[in-house]
């Protein structure tokens, strides 16, 4: 594996002595390593990612999404003065001067980005200033890209945050039943129909033409913001393979949904699974501080049901994964997505009750 990961690097212009490459297990979806190189008597270190093609059908999209977004991003926060080096990211381009490179017959796709010095990421975190730090990453985000052209992006995943059709897909799955699992989880298959009206109220409203479209992130979990190693302060926000055309309380909502949560996303004590209010309101003040001002009226009253959306929505993606058979999701054991699926599926409904509380934090904070 060494000389392939070397070889890759080599792909995109790097140069030094290779030392050695580690995994990085977070994410369910592409495969990530961490390549370290040695050249000017010091460590140089690399991200190298393997994109998951059965996920992203068009992954040159994808790719000219991020570099569009990261140009953007970047000519914007040199504007006030300062190296964007440690803020946005890098990818680096081969000969052919792509951001990519693709090694034939199924070898796959791959991209290389410079890894951010001195930064580090959270999968799980009690650190209430952190959470803060990451609502205010993911609401800059949204500010820098405020007047991007929105139509200019190409659609990644199609459909992709469309509760409406997230529903249609699992009802289709269910009746395929391809794994015959369908039948072990009536119980969920159920739970999860009862939460359609609420889940998909925002994708109708949004149709309706009451909340309005902007570039968002569509993957808000606090492992895809950097951070700095010692002073926390945020410094980037990375995994731009959703950059889309989307809802601002979808942002919110998914935040909230993997970073408010009591437990990990595939705890299996569910009598512990809860939404940690204090977490709540630390994200919440970091997000609303930053973009509060820009929203409009609908966008403000319709933030916290957007955690509620994005919670079902995920946990229902989980569930119907587990019925097709494990196809999308990476999974650790037999019934990971399924653990997964209950795990949202509590976190849910303790949302549902205290979605007014929710709410009224919200506009504490606007
Ligand atoms: C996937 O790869 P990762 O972990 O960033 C998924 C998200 C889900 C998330 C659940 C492209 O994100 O939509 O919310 O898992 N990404 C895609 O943890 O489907
Ligand atoms: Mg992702």
Redesign the pocket.
Known sequence: MDKKIESLCRQFGIEGDYLRYELVV?????TTYKVYFWRDNEEKDYILQRINTY?FKNPIAVMNNISSVTEYIRAKIKLGGISAKRYVLHYYKNVEDDNYYIIGDQGGFWRLCRYIDNSVTFNETDNLKVIEESGRAFGNFQLHLADYPVKDLHIA?PHFHNTVKRYETFKESIAKNESGRANLVKEEIAEYLKLEEISTKMYKMQRAGELPLRVTH??T?CN?VLFDESSFENLAVI?L??VMPGLVAFDFG?SIR?TANTCA?DETDLSKVKLDMNKYRAFTKGFIETVGKTLCQKEKETMALGAITMTVE?GM?FLTDYIDGDK??KVDHENHNLDRARCQLALAKDMINHLDEMQKIVEEYL
């Open positions: 977070n994410g369910h979806i592409n996920v995943i569509n993957d979990k895809n995994d393979d959703t998914d993997f996303e995920c993606r999308y999701f």
